[in-house]
């Protein structure tokens, strides 16, 4: 079964530093874009930032210099190197992955989203 797990999530100040980590596994052919989105409570959920398979990268503005997407192809993970934290930055992070994966009928291409892990900023 092709899942995404994250990890790394926290109770960090402000001003701190945290990184997220999110592995995808299972029968997996290929991985295409990854990428981070957000929710905080009572708001919708946010792209943070967009990975492609070649390394081109975005951001959100909010998050522009602060937060570094970067990508392991060889290991299928994702990660999310997030500095100046600040207290709106507090949110559950979502791992979110275009995958293409192999079957009894072939190879299917998807977008996949993990669990989610809790980010909480506050002294």
């Known amino acids: 079964q092709v899942q995404l797990v994250e990890s790394g999530g926290g109770l960090v100040q402000p001003g701190g530093s945290l990184r997220l980590s999110c592995a995808a596994s299972?029968?997996?052919?290929?991985?295409?874009?990854m990428a981070w989105y957000r929710q905080a409570p009572g708001k919708e959920r946010e792209l943070v930032a967009r990975?492609?398979?070649?390394?081109?990268?975005n951001y959100a503005d909010s998050v522009k210099g602060r937060f570094t997407i970067s990508r392991d192809n060889a290991k299928n993970m994702v990660y999310l190197q997030m500095d100046s934290l600040k207290t709106e930055d507090t949110a559950v992070y979502y791992c979110?992955?275009?995958?293409?994966?192999?079957?009894?009928?072939?190879?299917?291409?998807?977008?996949?989203w993990g669990k989610g892990t809790l980010l909480t900023v506050s002294s």
């Open positions: 979110n992955a275009e995958m293409v994966t192999v079957s009894r009928g072939g190879r299917v291409i998807r977008t996949y």
């Open positions: 299972g029968s997996i052919f290929s991985v295409n874009d």
């Open positions: 990975i492609t398979s070649g390394g081109s990268t």
